[in-house]
């Protein structure tokens, strides 16, 4: 071997298949032995390997591939194979063992061998023998040891799971000494530190390892995972990797676990691990019992000097169980390392912030709509994965951030502060837990519809999405694998999937058949001549029928799909005729034609007036109540995107007068569906928002709680009384850990913690940003700031500062601890005079005559806030009964914090936010609205006009 593993990883990854079929064989006789005699793999690969054992991820489709070789080839000879299964033979083998090295569709590096056949040798009984030799003279002869080093890299990886002999010269050892001493010191003398392992010196541990300790575990997340494992961990005897993953008070996956062992043995040496043993035994080694040591109370970490913890240090800043950490895609969510069990909801008694030096994010993270809109070029690929700035948020957190948009199936409007792509023709997608996304900026109609189905037909949506697991390999995996060989008459006279002749009906020909089409169309896209109207109604019309395809595709393989339209510019959209008109256009025509019933193209059965085309259908009948459902849903986010919901309702409306008259009439038989035009930042639509996070974080949400909840994220994140963006709501739900215990509830207070995460400029966005970035400066911070610390962090100038700060003060969000010149400033989302903050005085006792007075009603607060303001209001504006209308009308200065006043109060404009005729939620939790338009035969029932979306999330 020389110092190139791109030369002979292939032929290693080649000999361990073997290895690989022989385990994926036992795993898979141990989930369902008729996967072996049938020859089929159903949901092994997912549910097993990748689920249960975490072998691959969310961008890999490993886990398909090697359970369709083990399957379909390990058992035959490929020179007895025929031309097409030979050929489909060597294409798939050729992916399994290229793995890493920069020749496979993935352009994957070593790290995907890490997640791929790694952790499935990892399961291998025995674990094979492989002896490298290496070639001297190639290694001492290289002229960049990185090249070496990425190879040492490689051999110690599959060192950990494999008995690894390495054959070298001693002139060799003594090069490899020379450059890369690390290394031979961690992997050439493996040996001997197998025999002693998990032995502690013992005696007293020196201040040399408790150093080395504090300097390891300083580093990691204080909040994360690792310090879990090793809280877990005593001195004095092992543990199984079995019982950690038993272990209730750990609450992480068994993939995060075995990911995190494996680390804090090899890259940090905090535990050794012995895998002699049919369960591998992990023990502290010399620094893992030192790290522990310094692990204090509240399970982080604390200098070897800090000889106690005071309360000031180890209590959490927030009287709540949640802790903000990022979300780990083993788990589907945040971890939590808080030891309470139950939020204290006695109210917000501390500030709302964590030790900054654990959980503020840099000033340098870009925000998540940053993030978005920093695509780079269509030359680094027109499709590219959706994931975040890792250190706010990753793939997962993003994609639900991004889902909490969509409020049902239908048409979502979403009012939200949109930058534009670096490029426009960039498109993202993102799928868990089988819900796909797919995120465009609107371009105009043709190149927004080319651009979605060049996404949704894309090669990474075939390689990890439309997989043959998922497929079939004859298709025969749609629609539940029930449909067996009537699949191909179903897909072209049902389903009417496009381009579907006989050589299409396996998995390899239509994914080349559709990849073909949709290059031609992108081809066609950049060519097109718009004064040809012609081809450009040529090209449309392919589109919509690929689209169409393409989205009966997923639905015939159980997999919800959300499409969002990005409008960074709606007022200029409005503002031209044309060009708002063909945006209305596009979701009148494109809407109702993605839309299924069973097995059948709704848009067929109803809108066709083709006599051939109707000829042409499989045949069907009708249920009592026949009614369709959309195939995709849809999202507009923009600044003022709702304002276009009246516009798209109407245009919607009008194509479903062009249903065949005969349907019409009554006179043919026909069926229906609704298509809900609502909008996302609605009382409804947050609550939505809130239950689906508390649900998955396991939270008992108590109604009174969930009406708080929500009035106090539109105050803190709206523009207007009563709304807010669902994906900031999201972004500050996300920031919050699991619930600890089954019966634990989400207070206000928690969820303010999670607002403290966001960016400055999501804060009050009413505010102006130096404002909100003092507020954030001090949210985040350890203890109570002065006027310089908070001049130098907030990176504002003196007169900012006097302004802002008193203006906070006035509102009762700062209050100060200090007298004179050495006042400091303490903040609070919840200021006291809240009804949602549950105490009845100030905080602080060391404020001023400022300080506003013990609240009694929304009025006399505001009126006490005039004051310290210096707006020097008239009498007769707050004596008697109050106008608030008039108070912000007369005190313009007030109006930029009218949507805070009346969401913490629930007066005014914020009153009706649960009861809006139009869009309500009612007793039984359901939510209705009259925004939608019946399409075909009314539903069976239909007493009127309201539409229920009991789906709706």
Same mark, same amino acid.
């Given at each position: 071997?020389?110092?190139?593993?791109?030369?002979?990883?292939p032929?290693?990854e080649?000999?361990?298949?073997?290895?690989?079929?022989?385990?994926?064989?036992?795993l898979a006789?141990?989930y369902d032995?008729?996967?072996?005699?049938?020859?089929?793999?159903?949901?092994?690969?997912?549910?097993?390997?990748?689920? #249960?054992?975490?072998?691959?991820?969310?961008?890999?489709?490993?886990?398909?591939?090697?359970?369709?070789?083990?399957?379909?080839?390990?058992?035959?000879?490929?020179?007895?194979?025929?031309?097409?299964?030979r050929?489909?033979?060597?294409?798939?083998?050729d992916?399994?063992?290229?793995?890493g090295t920069s020749?496979?569709?993935?352009?994957s590096?070593?790290?995907m061998?890490?997640?791929?056949?790694?952790?499935?040798?990892?399961?291998?009984r025995?674990?094979?023998?492989?002896?490298?030799?290496?070639?001297?003279?190639?290694?001492?002869?290289v002229?960049?040891?990185r090249?070496a080093?990425?190879?040492?890299?490689?051999?110690?990886?599959?060192s950990?799971?494999?008995?690894?002999?390495?054959?070298?010269?001693?002139?060799?050892?003594?090069?490899?000494?020379?450059h890369?001493?690390?290394?031979?010191?961690d992997?050439?003398?493996?040996t001997r530190?197998?025999d002693g392992?998990?032995?502690?010196?013992?005696?007293?541990?020196?201040?040399?390892?408790?150093?080395?300790?504090?300097?390891?575990?300083?580093?990691?997340?204080?909040?994360g995972?690792?310090?879990?494992?090793?809280?877990?961990?005593s001195?004095?005897?092992?543990?199984?990797?079995?019982?950690?993953k038993?272990?209730?008070?750990?609450?992480?996956?068994?993939?995060?676990i075995d990911?995190?062992v494996?680390?804090?043995?090899?890259?940090?040496?905090?535990?050794?691990?012995? %895998?002699?043993?049919?369960?591998?035994?992990?023990?502290?080694?010399?620094?893992g019992?030192?790290a522990?040591?310094?692990?204090?109370?509240? @399970?982080?970490?604390?200098?070897?000097?800090?000889?106690?913890?005071?309360?000031?240090r180890?209590?959490?800043?927030?009287?709540s169980?949640?802790?903000?950490?990022?979300a780990?895609?083993?788990?589907?969510?945040?971890?939590?390392?808080?030891?309470?069990?139950?939020?204290?909801?006695?109210?917000?008694?501390a500030?709302?912030?964590? %030790?900054?030096?654990?959980?503020?994010?840099?000033?340098?993270?870009?925000?998540a709509?940053?993030?978005l809109a920093?695509t780079?070029?269509?030359?680094? @690929?027109?499709v590219?994965?959706?994931?975040?700035?890792?250190?706010?948020?990753?793939?997962?957190?993003?994609?639900? #951030?991004?889902?909490?948009g969509?409020?049902?199936?239908?048409?979502?409007?979403?009012?939200?502060?949109?930058?534009?792509?670096?490029?426009?023709e960039?498109?993202y997608i993102?799928?868990?837990?089988?819900?796909?996304?797919?995120?465009?900026?609107?371009?105009?109609?043709l190149?927004?519809?080319?651009r979605?189905?060049?996404?949704?037909?894309?090669e990474?949506m075939?390689e990890?999405?439309?997989?043959?697991?998922?497929?079939?390999?004859?298709?025969?995996?749609?629609?539940?694998?029930?449909?067996?060989?009537?699949?191909?008459?179903?897909l072209?006279? @049902?389903?009417?999937?496009?381009?579907?002749?006989?050589?299409?009906?396996?998995?390899?020909?239509?994914?080349?058949?559709?990849s073909?089409?949709?290059?031609?169309?992108?081809?066609?896209?950049?060519?097109l001549?718009?004064?040809?109207?012609?081809?450009?109604s040529?090209?449309?019309?392919?589109?919509?029928?690929?689209?169409a395809?393409?989205t009966?595709?997923?639905?015939?393989?159980?997999?919800d799909?959300?499409?969002?339209?990005?409008?960074?510019?709606?007022?200029?959209?409005q503002?031209?005729?044309?060009?708002?008109?063909?945006?209305?256009?596009?979701f009148?025509h494109?809407?109702?034609?993605?839309a299924?019933?069973?097995?059948?193209s709704a848009?067929?059965?109803?809108?066709?007036q083709?006599?051939?085309?109707?000829?042409? #259908?499989? %045949?069907?009948?009708?249920?009592?109540?026949?009614?369709a459902?959309?195939?995709?849903?849809?999202?507009?986010?923009?600044?003022?995107?709702?304002?276009?919901r009246?516009?798209?309702?109407a245009a919607?409306?009008?194509?479903?007068?062009?249903?065949?008259?005969?349907?019409?009439?009554?006179?043919r038989?026909g069926?229906?569906f609704?298509?809900?035009?609502?909008e @996302?930042n %609605?009382?409804?639509?947050?609550?939505?928002?809130l239950?689906?996070?508390?649900d998955?974080?396991?939270f008992?949400l108590?109604?009174?709680?969930r009406?708080?909840?929500?009035?106090?994220?539109?105050?803190?994140?709206?523009?207007?009384?009563?709304?807010?963006?669902?994906?900031?709501?999201?972004?500050?739900?996300?920031?919050?850990?699991?619930?600890?215990t089954?019966?634990?509830?989400?207070?206000?207070?928690?969820?303010?913690?999670?607002?403290?995460?966001?960016?400055?400029?999501?804060?009050m966005?009413?505010l102006?940003?130096?404002?909100?970035?003092?507020?954030?400066?001090?949210?985040?911070?350890?203890?109570?700031?002065?006027?310089?610390?908070?001049?130098? #962090?907030?990176?504002?100038s003196?007169?900012?500062?006097?302004?802002?700060?008193?203006?906070?003060?006035?509102?009762?969000?700062?209050?100060?601890?200090g007298n004179?010149?050495?006042?400091?400033?303490?903040?609070?989302?919840?200021?006291w005079?809240?009804?949602l903050?549950?105490?009845?005085?100030?905080r602080?006792v060391?404020?001023?005559?400022s300080t506003?007075?013990?609240?009694?009603?929304?009025?006399?607060?505001?009126?006490?806030t005039?004051l310290?303001?210096g707006?020097?209001?008239?009498?007769?504006?707050?004596?008697?009964?109050?106008?608030i209308?008039?108070?912000?009308?007369?005190?313009?200065r007030?109006?930029?914090?009218?949507?805070f006043?009346e969401?913490?109060?629930?007066?005014?404009?914020?009153s009706?936010?649960a009861d809006s005729?139009?869009?309500?939620?009612?007793?039984?939790?359901?939510t209705?609205t009259?925004?939608?338009?019946e399409?075909?035969?009314?539903?069976?029932?239909?007493?009127?006009?309201?539409?229920?979306?009991?789906?709706?999330?």
């Amino acid at each position: 071997m020389g110092p190139r593993a791109s030369e002979w990883l292939p032929e290693l990854e080649e000999v361990l298949l073997l290895t690989a079929v022989r385990t994926v064989r036992e795993l898979a006789h141990d989930y369902d032995p008729q996967i072996l005699l049938d020859e089929r793999p159903r949901l092994f690969a997912r549910e097993a390997l990748h689920q #249960r054992y975490d072998i691959g991820t969310w961008r890999s489709t490993y886990p398909e591939a090697i359970t369709r070789y083990t399957l379909r080839y390990a058992d035959h000879d490929p020179d007895r194979l025929d031309e097409r299964e030979r050929e489909k033979h060597d294409a798939l083998k050729d992916d399994l063992t290229t793995i890493g090295t920069s020749r496979d569709a993935l352009n994957s590096g070593l790290d995907m061998v890490e997640e791929t056949i790694v952790p499935l040798l990892q399961q291998a009984r025995p674990q094979p023998t492989i002896t490298l030799v290496l070639d001297g003279p190639a290694w001492t002869a290289v002229v960049d040891e990185r090249t070496a080093a990425r190879a040492l890299d490689t051999i110690a990886l599959f060192s950990e799971v494999c008995d690894l002999r390495l054959v070298c010269s001693p002139r060799l050892r003594e090069h490899l000494d020379r450059h890369h001493p690390e290394w031979c010191d961690d992997h050439l003398d493996l040996t001997r530190s197998r025999d002693g392992w998990g032995q502690t010196v013992p005696g007293e541990t020196s201040e040399r390892t408790r150093t080395e300790a504090w300097a390891t575990i300083s580093q990691f997340d204080p909040d994360g995972g690792r310090l879990t494992i090793l809280e877990a961990l005593s001195p004095d005897s092992d543990r199984t990797v079995h019982e950690l993953k038993a272990d209730p008070e750990l609450a992480l996956a068994d993939g995060t676990i075995d990911r995190y062992v494996r680390e804090l043995a090899d890259e940090h040496g905090l535990v050794a691990i012995d %895998s002699r043993p049919t369960s591998n035994h992990v023990t502290l080694t010399e620094t893992g019992a030192a790290a522990t040591a310094l692990l204090g109370p509240d @399970g982080r970490p604390h200098h070897p000097e800090q000889s106690r913890f005071t309360s000031d240090r180890t209590r959490t800043h927030h009287d709540s169980t949640s802790v903000v950490c990022r979300a780990d895609r083993d788990e589907g969510s945040p971890t939590p390392t808080d030891d309470s069990t139950t939020a204290d909801h006695t109210g917000d008694t501390a500030p709302s912030t964590h %030790s900054s030096s654990a959980s503020t994010i840099p000033e340098s993270v870009p925000t998540a709509e940053e993030w978005l809109a920093d695509t780079g070029t269509a030359d680094d @690929g027109y499709v590219q994965w959706l994931d975040g700035p890792d250190d706010r948020l990753d793939a997962w957190a993003m994609h639900e #951030r991004l889902r909490a948009g969509r409020r049902c199936a239908g048409v979502t409007v979403v009012d939200d502060p949109t930058q534009p792509f670096d490029d426009g023709e960039v498109s993202y997608i993102s799928c868990f837990d089988d819900h796909a996304q797919v995120v465009v900026q609107w371009g105009g109609a043709l190149p927004t519809l080319v651009r979605i189905t060049n996404a949704l037909l894309s090669e990474q949506m075939f390689e990890t999405v439309l997989t043959p697991a998922t497929v079939g390999d004859d298709l025969d995996a749609l629609y539940d694998g029930t449909l067996d060989s009537a699949i191909d008459d179903i897909l072209r006279l @049902g389903a009417q999937v496009g381009w579907f002749s006989e050589d299409e009906h396996d998995y390899e020909g239509l994914r080349e058949r559709f990849s073909a089409v949709r290059r031609r169309l992108l081809t066609e896209l950049a060519s097109l001549d718009r004064d040809d109207s012609d081809a450009w109604s040529t090209l449309c019309r392919d589109a919509h029928g690929l689209l169409a395809s393409a989205t009966q595709l997923y639905h015939a393989s159980d997999i919800d799909l959300t499409i969002h339209i990005r409008v960074p510019d709606t007022a200029t959209l409005q503002a031209g005729t044309q060009r708002y008109r063909e945006f209305c256009d596009f979701f009148k025509h494109t809407v109702p034609k993605n839309a299924a019933y069973g097995v059948h193209s709704a848009y067929r059965l109803l809108y066709e007036q083709r006599v051939d085309k109707l000829k042409h #259908r499989l %045949s069907y009948a009708f249920d009592d109540d026949p009614t369709a459902e959309l195939t995709a849903s849809w999202v507009i986010s923009g600044p003022t995107a709702t304002t276009f919901r009246e516009d798209i309702e109407a245009a919607i409306a009008t194509n479903a007068s062009d249903v065949r008259d005969a349907i019409q009439e009554g006179t043919r038989h026909g069926v229906g569906f609704e298509i809900p035009v609502v909008e @996302g930042n %609605s009382y409804a639509a947050l609550r939505g928002v809130l239950d689906q996070q508390a649900d998955r974080k396991g939270f008992i949400l108590d109604p009174a709680d969930r009406r708080e909840i929500i009035r106090l994220a539109t105050a803190t994140l709206g523009t207007e009384p009563g709304r807010c963006s669902p994906y900031a709501f999201a972004e500050a739900l996300l920031a919050i850990a699991r619930a600890r215990t089954p019966t634990a509830t989400l207070s206000p207070t928690d969820v303010a913690y999670g607002l403290t995460q966001l960016p400055a400029e999501r804060l009050m966005p009413t505010l102006p940003p130096t404002m909100q970035t003092v507020l954030k400066t001090l949210l985040v911070a350890d203890d109570p700031l002065g006027r310089s610390t908070i001049i130098e #962090r907030a990176d504002i100038s003196t007169a900012s500062y006097d302004r802002n700060i008193n203006e906070l003060a006035a509102l009762g969000i700062v209050a100060p601890t200090g007298n004179g010149g050495h006042r400091k400033w303490q903040a609070w989302l919840i200021p006291w005079w809240s009804p949602l903050a549950g105490v009845d005085a100030p905080r602080t006792v060391d404020g001023d005559e400022s300080t506003l007075a013990r609240p009694s009603r929304w009025d006399d607060i505001l009126y006490e806030t005039t004051l310290n303001l210096g707006l020097d209001p008239k009498y007769e504006l707050f004596a008697g009964q109050v106008d608030i209308d008039e108070v912000f009308v007369t005190l313009p200065r007030l109006s930029r914090w009218r949507g805070f006043f009346e969401s913490h109060y629930g007066c005014g404009a914020a009153s009706a936010i649960a009861d809006s005729s139009d869009d309500r939620q009612s007793t039984d939790g359901s939510t209705h609205t009259s925004h939608s338009v019946e399409v075909g035969a009314h539903p069976a029932g239909r007493a009127d006009q309201q539409q229920s979306l009991d789906d709706c999330s």
